[in-house]
């Protein structure tokens, strides 16, 4: 008979004397003869591509949730475009190249990419119907309401008409310039996501041409969703399209011609940078001429005005070598993420989330020396609960004090006018030792990194790589001073971005300590990456590529057989995502014998909880809020060291081509807090969706508070 102890972290399910046999040998796919099950077996596992459309859907209901304020939800319909565009251009140009080259791999789930892409289309088809539904039965005219106004040109009135000529006339013309097409003029290379116009023409132009067919691309350095003044409209929020101020004016661009159809589309394109490890020399020159090429890269989506008439889709399709499968019309503006600028525009505070100012520990507020703090004690951050400043003063402090010798640090992203490169150059002027190691492959923000890498090269700071074939995505800082006559260290550890934007944005833990162990394992790690030299054997962080998973499926292990001995057994761990096959075949494991396991997975998840005899003692929440659930945090109930936090998913990425860095929380208060904070969010009932055995997700829907909003009021100040 089945018992469970009173401590939700201590409860198990544990087998007493009465029923000591063998694990469950139901009819499921895999049982073997013998009633053994074959824990690889495909219907095991999730589909990786699928399971982060499930996750996009939750963010996409955020946008209909009237728990939500108003603008907030505009917002996160926005979001939910910005995901579907990345999505597309990484993940689906991947199985379209595995698919072209003819290299189909199936994954753990056993399906191919011929099959999972056929499955994406039908989703996001509908994903996409569901959004625009969401826009224009829910959003607009709530907004409306507040008086808040997205005008049509058949809404405008004559002032808007005379402005936007006036706009058309002064902003629009003078830096746009329409393609007619001919043979003289092919179809034009259009960058990835831009937006553009299709034109059908009639008559002939100066030359005689009569192509019947031009192309009007947007200028991208102008706004696409632009506020009308208050002396043409001085009666609430109004706002307008570039889109309609062009497709109001565009016969302009063709005088004597006459204009048919007129209908906007974008395209989509694969944005994944490749470099080769082979006769690379100079990882930021080869980086630099990647990136140019990231804008033209092959198609994967199109999108056009539900209006466009098939000639003009199927001209486009056959342009872009695509099918019809890969064309998404829609009912309004072909790129809704552009909403997200009125957000900014709007100043309604009353429809939005409540401010708030992110808490500091006392002991970091009292102080303005930060080594005196750490050296009594370590301190624990929770963002964006708590403030990511003393992070960032913590290095301006080290800049400017004699008795720190160096500063070394990993920058993954970080934010456009950073506040720590520029302490980290300030340090590197006055004379510190400031290493960095700069990944700059970290997706969208290559560019960006560079330009990072240039200042602190130009101060004096050395910039390393990383390892080539390795994303460097540790989050480590490390410092030794003189104290004394001895050296010191001390250190950050964290599971997110050295990204002031993103700390008020999304969770992560942030450790800070003087613990002369940790840091010396930091040390090692900073040498291993920046120099040469045989495997290297910290003490307490455990790193991958070489050790982490390792290590994981060792803790999963003990965990397995404390239980199978009738003993408490726990696993509790908070991710971003969970894909890796052979992380997920020892939960199963551990499942099996009777460990309880508490999974929250933000976003992808490919292991399937409440399958009978094998997965029945797993559990796996979704926690969708205002902020980006991004803090990695594990709990091993039979570990010496029982609460870890890292920048490591369990992807295979992550535990076998990243330098990842997994760290305890060595002191007692500490680890209870987070235990303590994981509890709450296993607990909640508002914020949280519950993973199907089926890949769908519930919603836990009450009036009760959600965690996001438990820890604002626990940790931030008003």
């Known amino acids: 008979m089945a018992k469970r102890s009173g401590n939700p972290f201590l409860e198990v399910v544990t087998n007493d004397s009465s029923d000591n046999s063998k694990l469950p040998t139901a009819h499921v796919p895999g049982a073997a003869v013998g009633g053994e099950i074959d824990l690889s077996d495909n219907a095991y596992f999730e589909n ?42 990484i993940r689906v140009s991947g199985l379209k190249k595995q698919l072209n080259f003819g290299r189909q791999r199936p994954g753990a789930d056993g399906n191919y990419p011929e099959q999972i892409l056929k499955i994406i289309h039908e989703r996001v088809r509908e994903s996409l119907d569901e959004q625009y539904r969401i826009l224009n039965e829910d959003l607009l005219p709530a907004l409306a309401a507040e008086n808040i106004h997205f005008l049509q040109r058949h809404a405008w009135n004559n002032d808007l008409v005379r402005w936007s000529q006036i706009y058309f006339h002064e902003e629009v013309l003078p830096i746009i310039s329409p393609l007619g097409l001919d043979p003289a003029h092919p179809f034009p290379r259009l960058v990835n996501k831009s937006l553009n116009f299709i034109l059908s023409l009639e008559g002939k132009d100066a030359f005689g041409r009569d192509s019947g067919l031009a192309i009007v691309p947007a200028p991208r350095s102008l706004p696409r969703l632009i506020k009308v003044p208050k002396d043409i409209m001085p009666d609430g929020d109004n706002f307008i399209f570039l889109s309609s101020i062009i497709h109001a004016h565009v016969d302009e661009f063709f ?51 539900k209006e466009c008439p098939p000639k003009l889709s199927d001209f486009l399709l056959a342009r872009f070598n695509l099918s019809n499968e890969e064309l998404f019309a829609l009912d309004g503006p072909v790129n809704l993420q552009r909403l997200i600028a009125a957000t900014e525009m709007v100043d309604r505070p009353e429809l939005r989330f409540a401010k708030f100012s992110p808490g500091t520990p006392r002991g970091l507020e009292e102080s303005s020396d930060i080594f005196s703090i750490i050296n009594k004690e370590d301190q624990l951050l929770l963002h964006p609960f708590q403030s990511f400043m003393p992070i960032i003063d913590w290095v301006r402090q080290a800049a400017n004090d004699p008795t720190v010798l160096s500063i070394k640090q990993t920058l993954y992203r970080t934010n456009e006018s950073s506040e720590l490169v520029e302490a980290l150059a300030e340090a590197a002027r006055n004379g510190k030792e400031v290493t960095v190691v700069i990944e700059l492959r970290a997706r969208f923000d290559e560019e960006e990194n560079i330009n990072f890498a240039s200042i602190l090269q130009e101060a004096g700071a050395v910039v390393v790589y990383g390892v080539l074939g390795y994303k460097t995505h540790a989050k480590m800082l490390l410092f030794v001073r003189r104290v004394g006559n001895e050296l010191k260290r001390y250190a950050h550890l964290g599971t997110g971005n050295y990204h002031l934007k993103n700390s008020l944005l999304y969770t992560d833990y942030s450790l800070l300590t003087a613990d002369d162990t940790l840091c010396a394992d930091v040390h090692k790690v900073f040498q291993q990456i920046t120099g040469m030299g045989k495997k290297i054997h910290p003490k307490l962080i455990i790193h991958a590529p070489f050790y982490l998973r390792k290590n994981l499926l060792k803790m999963i292990e003990v965990e397995r057989k404390m239980a199978l001995n009738g003993d408490p057994a726990r696993i509790v761990a908070k991710l971003n995502a969970l894909t890796d096959p052979a992380m997920i075949k020892a939960l ?56 870890y936090c890292s920048s490591a998913d369990w992807m295979e990425r992550n535990l076998s081509n990243r330098i990842e860095v997994c760290f305890p929380i060595l002191k007692k208060k500490l680890a209870n807090r987070i235990l303590e904070e994981m509890e709450s969010y296993l607990n909640d009932s508002n914020q949280a969706w519950e993973l199907q055995t089926n890949g769908g997700y519930k919603p836990l829907d009450s009036s009760a508070n959600g965690v996001q909003n438990l820890l604002l009021k626990k940790l931030a100040s008003a």
């Open 48 to 89: 990786r591509e699928l399971s982060y459309l499930e996750f996009n859907l939750r963010v996409l209901s955020q946008a209909k949730n009237p728990k939500h304020p108003l603008l907030e939800r505009l917002n996160f319909l926005s979001i939910f475009s910005s995901n579907l565009d990345e999505y597309f251009e």
């Open 255 to 305: 005088p004597g011609m006459e204009v048919i159809e007129c209908h906007q589309f974008r395209v989509t394109r694969n944005a994944d940078l490749e470099m080769s490890n082979v006769e690379v020399e100079d990882v930021a020159i080869a980086l630099r001429g990647e990136l140019h090429s990231r804008r033209f890269g092959a198609a994967s989506k199109l999108e056009v005005s």
């Open 588 to 643: 199963y494991a551990a499942s099996q014998a009777g460990v309880k396991i508490d999974l929250v997975v933000r976003g992808i998840c490919c292991l399937k909880p409440g399958i009978a005899g094998v997965s029945e003692n797993i559990r796996v929440v979704s926690i969708v809020g205002r902020f980006l659930e991004h803090s990695r945090a594990y709990y091993f109930l039979n570990n010496p060291h029982q609460v």
